[in-house]
């Protein structure tokens, strides 16, 4: 069965357009935990990832979009980002053993959190905030460099 794609306000389809990354860092996760790479090899990028996309998307999200709200919708969104923050601050702290189980954590929070903010918060979001408030999130994101996940260690694709 085929999903209908989202339709989201053009101005925060970039932040959706990082969730996908955001999907596909959980996806390379899972894929080096499946295939038993050394923890520290997956520790990396999330530290990687985190510090290059994830934190700038948090800032993004939380100066430009959700400053103007502060209802539970919000709420959740802050403190799903502050359990990510703890959470990789955990991985990037940990031994080797106790990496791989805080991976997968990491994974799955992240994912419920994407798929939170797509299909509840962001539509919520487009019908609470005016079409100007949303034109302003727009032009300052359309200010922001795209970066692309170019990670050299690519440990997700073989188990060399």
């Known amino acids: 069965m085929a999903t209908t794609p989202i339709k989201r306000n053009q101005n925060i389809v970039p932040l959706s357009k990082d969730h996908h990354f955001t999907l596909l860092f959980c996806w390379k996760i899972r894929q080096g935990l499946k295939m038993q790479i050394e923890p520290q090899r997956i520790n990396s990028y ?30 959740k969104a802050l403190n799903d980002h502050q359990d990510i923050r703890n959470l990789v601050s955990q991985v990037l702290q940990s031994s080797n053993e106790a990496g791989s ?32 408030q949303l034109q302003l999130v727009g032009e300052e994101l359309r200010k922001e460099e795209i970066v692309m996940d170019d990670y050299k260690d690519e440990f997700w694709l073989t188990s060399n």
């Open 46 to 75: 999330v530290r990687y990832f985190f510090k290059e996309h994830m934190e700038p998307h948090f800032q993004h999200e939380e100066q430009l979009l959700f400053t103007p709200v502060n209802d539970g919708k919000v709420k």
């Open 101 to 132: 189980g805080l991976l997968s954590t990491v994974a799955n929070t992240v994912e419920a959190h994407v798929r939170y903010e797509e299909r509840e918060l962001f539509p919520h979001l487009e019908n609470v905030l005016s079409d100007v």
